[in-house]
Structure formats: structure tokens, C-alpha cells
């Protein structure tokens, strides 16, 4: 499972583009994919269950530093919820109640600080950065609503149609499709964290943002795992 969808990525002209031309795009994918499997870690390993919080915490983090984005941080969000919905079994109305753990409050801690330490104007200078910040965030909302350019194509088919096209060929793209109907149905806590970044993101693409060729480098690495199934 792991070599072949190594493999698609390897292939995926998209990803091996970004990389080549060392946008800073290639990095969000790289510290998003180790957040991601922390994410896992959280999700099914009890062991280790702190140690992923904090070291998860950390890459997302790092994954916002590379270049504002706030949904890096919906895989471990995700993976908390869902770990959450697993233990209360039956129960599930004490899932609110069980979701405000020590653990959940640690994250943005973590996070905080290790965005701090990277970004050093923050400590220098708060208000001029929180105010350029204010500046980067909002940017987005100049746009109109689905940004869908000259084609008046909305985004998330555009997304797909390159995803199926450049992210991974028309061959490929039917594995990862297929992966994700075999996941959702054997597998389907993990599908949904896999899922929970593309899927969050895509949304916000197609309501905020202009299309470009460089975002779906985010999520390639998290959808290609679907295609080794």
C-alpha cells in the first residue's frame, strides 16, 4: 500500500513540479503530511497518545508559518474529535462533555509558541504583524463569491477536473477515487481524517480564493494514500 501510492506521487506532475520549483507550497505538503500522521497516531495509537499532541501541534504550525492557512489545523482537530466519538461509544452525548480535555487545550500552546519561536517579528513588533496579518487574512474576501474567473467553471470542479488531469493522470485518479469508496467503507474513521483537510479546504477554495496550480500540492499527499488501497 505504501510503496504504490509513493509511487502515484512520485509520478504526480504537480507535486514533482512544486518541488522542483521549491515554492513554498511543497513545504505546507511536507509538514502537513507529518501532521497528518501524528494526526493518525492520536487517532489510533494510545501509547503515544500526548507525544502526538505536542509534536502534531508542532508541524501544524509549522505548516501555518510556510504560509497562512488555517485549515492545517483541521487534521489533528479532526483526529482529536474523532478518537473522542470512538471512546464515548454509545454514549455520544457525553462527547461534548469528553471533548475539553487537557490534551485539546495543550495543542494551541504547543502551537503558539512554535510559531513564535519561526516568526520572531511577532515577539519584536505585535502590532505591525498582527495588523499585516489582518491584511494577508482578509485579502481573500476582495474576491467575489467562487472566484470562478473567465470560465465561470466553480473551483472545486476545476480542482477536480487538474486533480484528475495533472495532479495524477486520468489512471491514477480512478485508484484514488476507488481507494476512498473501499475506505469509507472499511476503514472510516481514518478516510474521514484523511478526507478532513481536501474536503475543508476545497470548500473554502471554492468560496474565497482564485483558482491556481499550486494549492492542490496540499492535499495530493493524503489523497495518493487513498490509492493504494
Known amino acids: 500500500m505504501g510503496l504504490f501510492s509513493a509511487l502515484v506521487l512520485a509520478f504526480s506532475f504537480n507535486h514533482v513540479a512544486q518541488s522542483k520549483y521549491a515554492l513554498v507550497d511543497i513545504f505546507i505538503s511536507l509538514f502537513l503530511s507529518i501532521a497528518f500522521y501524528f494526526s493518525t497516531v492520536m487517532l489510533m495509537n494510545k501509547k503515544n497518545f500526548l507525544r502526538a499532541y505536542v509534536l502534531g501541534g508542532v508541524f501544524s504550525a509549522l505548516a501555518f508559518a510556510v504560509k497562512y492557512n488555517f485549515p492545517v489545523f483541521v487534521p489533528i482537530l479532526a483526529a482529536h474529535s474523532l478518537s473522542v466519538w470512538r471512546q464515548v461509544g454509545e454514549k455520544k452525548w457525553f462527547f461534548f462533555l469528553n471533548w475539553w480535555r487537557k490534551e485539546i487545550i495543550l495543542l494551541p500552546f504547543v502551537s503558539l509558541v512554535l510559531f513564535a519561536i519561526v516568526n520572531p517579528y511577532l515577539l519584536i513588533n505585535p502590532t505591525n504583524y498582527f495588523?499585516?496579518?489582518?491584511?494577508?487574512?482578509?485579502?481573500?474576501?476582495?474576491?467575489?463569491?467562487?472566484?470562478?474567473?473567465?470560465?465561470?467553471?466553480?473551483?472545486?470542479?476545476?480542482?477536480?477536473?487538474?486533480m484528475a488531469k495533472v495532479g495524477f493522470y486520468y489512471p491514477f485518479f480512478v485508484f484514488v477515487l476507488g481507494g476512498i469508496a473501499v475506505a469509507l467503507i472499511r476503514y472510516r474513521l481514518q478516510a474521514i481524517l484523511l478526507l478532513s483537510y481536501p474536503v475543508v479546504q476545497l470548500i473554502l477554495l471554492e468560496i474565497y480564493t482564485p483558482r491556481t496550480d499550486r494549492y492542490p500540492v496540499w492535499w495530493l499527499p493524503m489523497l495518493t494514500i487513498f490509492a493504494g488501497l
Not at 133 to 159: C, E, H, M, Q
Open 131 to 162: 495588523w499585516q496579518l489582518k491584511t494577508i487574512l482578509t485579502s481573500s474576501w476582495n474576491f467575489p463569491y467562487g472566484a470562478k474567473d473567465l470560465d465561470n467553471i466553480p473551483n472545486i470542479v476545476w480542482y477536480f477536473n487538474y
